[in-house]
């Protein structure tokens, strides 16, 4: 699912338990550490809920369901793409939507009230600001359990989640969708790694989705995980937010 990113970064720390997700104007940017390749992968780097995580020109925001308690009313348009989709879902829209209208409030200098999020034919997000397009402004929203994600980028972007504590139970019935090289980066008692590799895969199909709508769907081979790495000219980076990990994928390099 997926549309560009800048962004202003000064405010309060991130929320903790219970916290809201932050208004327009307190995004505060995350410090993103350098990622050595050919290391020992010791864990992903952390994401902290309602900090703004930037990388190159792309940025994720990423909460859980049960703190964001101040989501706005959707739209008209948006309560009817919500309609269609399944209950768990349809139940964490609000939410993920506002993650979303944060990010493109903040990338393109106007009021969060301004922003709507809807649907379109592939199934991908795109913004509308004022009630016409958003200029460059590429989008991807994920959900994972009670763990909401929303991604921007000023091209095709994809985002997914994955709850670790599920990895286990996935390994059986994905084992058929993973190469042997991927299932040989998972591992055998590597939870975190498990979710990574499938949220690598589901995030690239996004991206992908967002850079070729037409074109029929590749699945993307996960070729490392720290750096994270995916064949042809994806960019990729993974964190982890409580127990979950998220992958951003975008369809080419990060960028600047």
């Known amino acids: 699912m997926s549309r560009r990113a800048t962004s202003s970064a000064n405010g309060p720390a991130p929320p903790g338990p219970r916290a809201a997700a932050p208004a327009q104007g307190a995004l505060r940017t995350a410090p993103v550490a350098p990622e050595a390749p050919g290391a020992a992968c010791p ?119 994955r709850e670790t504590s599920a990895a286990a139970a996935e390994h059986r019935p994905a084992g058929h969708a993973l190469s042997a090289r991927e299932r040989a980066l998972a591992g055998a008692d590597r939870p975190e790694a498990l979710a990574a590799v499938r949220a690598l895969k589901e995030a690239a199909a996004k991206a992908d989705r967002g850079a070729a709508p037409d074109a029929a769907p590749r699945p993307a081979a996960v070729l490392g995980l720290c750096p994270p790495v995916l064949a042809g000219r994806r960019s990729a980076r993974v964190w982890r937010t409580g127990d979950a990990v998220v992958a951003l994928v975008l369809a080419g390099p990060p960028g600047p």
């Open 43 to 161: 864990g992903f780097l952390p994401a902290a809920p309602g900090a703004l995580h930037r990388w190159g020109r792309a940025g994720l925001l990423v909460a859980r369901h049960r703190d964001v308690r101040r989501a706005p009313p959707l739209s008209p348009a948006e309560r009817c793409a919500a309609a269609s989709l399944p209950a768990p879902r349809r139940a964490a829209w609000p939410a993920v939507l506002f993650l979303a209208r944060i990010l493109v409030a903040d990338a393109l200098g106007v009021p969060a009230a301004e922003v709507e999020i809807l649907t379109g034919e592939d199934g991908g997000p795109y913004a509308l600001v004022g009630g016409g397009p958003a200029p460059g402004v590429h989008l991807s929203l994920g959900r994972a359990g009670g763990h909401l994600a929303a991604a921007i980028a000023p091209g095709p972007v994809g985002v997914d989640l």
